[in-house]
């Protein structure tokens, strides 16, 4: 038992018993225990006591739907920021594929360039490799017929100092005039 049940035990014990000086006892005069005082009193609270308390659950009240409005409002300022972010990101999505896109063609643009700039410059490679080929053949050529030449009047410079008829004479320049128009 709680505190109550134990003074409400005691006040029974002692009404029973009949002591009702210096204990507890239960009086149930009315005018005695002021009880016309105590309704009068709880008639006043309620009374009074309503509006006051109307007027507190009414300040309650709107402060709750104050806050509740407020709550609205930032869930739609929420609502409009995810929208926001939510568009802004599909914009950054498609202007990244549209750099991937860009840069994949420049990419290949560039690739192509390299690739036709090598193939002209194996071109050109070549050109050079058979410039050079034919004038080395053609410096070749030419110093073996400076060589054939030297010879030939080698050749003919100790002919000449041995001595040679007119007829081989002449049949030797004639043969190195052929050999120089060759």
């Given at each position: ?71 609205e ?26 750099i ?22 194996v ?5 050079t ?25 080698q ?28």
């Amino acid at each position: 038992m709680g505190i109550i049940g134990s003074s409400f035990l005691l006040a029974t014990e002692a009404v029973a018993e009949g002591h009702s000086e210096g204990g507890f006892g239960l009086n149930i005069d009315i005018f005695e225990t002021n009880l016309i005082n105590l309704a009068i009193l709880v008639g006043i609270l309620f009374y009074f006591g309503r509006k006051v308390l109307s007027n507190i659950l009414s300040e309650r009240r709107s402060s709750i739907e104050t806050v509740i409005k407020e709550a609205e409002a930032k869930a739609k300022e929420a609502a409009v920021a995810l929208s926001k972010a939510q568009e802004q990101l599909t914009q950054a999505q498609a202007e990244a594929q549209r750099i991937r896109k860009t840069a994949e063609e420049n990419a290949q643009a560039t690739r192509e360039a390299i690739l036709a700039r090598a193939a002209e410059d194996v071109e050109r490679l070549k050109q050079t490799a058979v410039k050079d080929l034919d004038t080395q053949r053609d410096r070749a050529i030419a110093e073996l017929q400076q060589y054939v030449v030297s010879k030939a009047l080698q050749k003919v410079e100790s002919e000449l100092q041995t001595g040679i008829a007119d007829d081989a004479q002449q049949q030797l320049i004639d043969r190195s005039i052929a050999l120089l128009g060759a």
